[in-house]
């Protein structure tokens, strides 16, 4: 049972957000879950997650972030090689 501890009037686009909260508190309490604010977030992120790509656009990263990484490590071993040519 819901309770107003104040009297508070609310934007329309945050009544929208308390709806889909409810919507998402009533789904899981049926199956006799209570949820938390932060777990209706993550719920809400995972239902934005395109799953199906979601493994090849990880793998796709940690590519980049690789490739950023030689980059890194050779950008200073360029430092060092013009460091030691000019002294």
Known sequence: ???AYIEKRFKP???E????ANEIIE???VQGYDLTL???FAD???EL???STWEADYAQQEDE????NQAATRWDELNKFFEETSS
Do not use: N, T
Request: glycine share 4%; aromatic share 8%; charged share 35%.
């Open 1 to 3: 049972m819901k309770q």
């Open 13 to 15: 686009e945050s009544i």
């Open 17 to 20: 957000r308390i709806e889909q």
């Open 27 to 29: 789904e899981y309490s």
């Open 38 to 40: 932060r777990q209706i």
């Open 44 to 46: 809400r992120i995972a």
């Open 49 to 51: 997650i395109d799953w």
């Open 65 to 68: 972030r690789g490739q950023l």
